[in-house]
């Protein structure tokens, strides 16, 4: 159930990613809260990807899911 949540968040955030030529893939949430994202196209090899992921979608996730305790890339 928590997974469909993050899908559920994610496909909120990618119309963002998408006008920048990127995108993001979920790949795993585990039982701890740990969200593993793999960015895609443009976000993949981008010098920001990093404040993408934390200040972006993390705390994206953190504020929607309470139970989303981080985010990292796969």
């Known amino acids: ?6 899908e559920a968040v994610l496909d909120k955030i ?26 895609k196209g443009a976000c993949a090899g981008c010098p920001m990807s990093q404040m993408t992921l934390k200040q972006g ?3 994206t996730l953190k504020q929607e899911i309470p139970e989303v305790k981080e985010v990292v890339s796969a």
């Open 57 to 59: 979608i993390e705390s």
């Open 14 to 39: 990618r119309p963002s990613l998408q006008n920048d030529e990127g995108d993001v893939e979920l790949v795993d949430v585990d039982e701890a809260g740990v969200v593993r994202v793999r960015l």
């Open 1 to 6: 159930m928590l997974k469909e949540k993050v």
